[in-house]
Nanobody, 120 residues
Framework: QVQVVESGGGLVQPGGSLRLSCVVSGSIISINVMGWYRQAPGKQRELVASCTSGGVTAYGESMKGRFTISRDKAKNMVNLQMNSLKPEDTAVYSC??????????????WGQGTQVTVSS
């Protein structure tokens, strides 16, 4: 089994910052890509940021320059630093990890999601 657990969501004022963290545990041999998606009510899910095992990062267009993803491979952890937050960043943020298990299964595992609300 694989567990993906997020933390760090909450309420923040416009212009503020939040840091999300995600830890993966379980019967894992390796993790290829880790990242975050978000989904706001009535909107499609969109990529926030991702990071490969080699450190290559990618960001959604509206997050560039404001969000930074970082990864700690030793801890199976990925962090998302979000700065200059806007009300339109309000969404449920979900962490994912593309894992290879000890049973040699390869799949994308998801966390439960954490709410981020940007409001004054």
């Amino acid at each position: 089994q694989v567990q993906v657990v997020e933390s760090g969501g909450g309420l923040v004022q416009p212009g503020g910052s939040l840091r999300l963290s995600c830890v993966v545990s379980g019967s894992i041999i390796s993790i290829n890509v880790m990242g975050w998606y978000r989904q706001a009510p009535g909107k499609q899910r969109e990529l926030v940021a991702s990071c490969t095992s080699g450190g290559v990062t990618a960001y959604g267009e509206s997050m560039k320059g404001r969000f930074t993803i970082s990864r700690d491979k030793a801890k199976n952890m990925v962090n998302l630093q979000m700065n200059s937050l806007k009300p339109e960043d309000t969404a449920v943020y979900s962490c994912y990890a593309e894992v290879v298990t000890t049973a040699l299964s390869h799949f994308r595992s998801w966390g439960q999601g954490t709410q981020v609300t940007v409001s004054s």
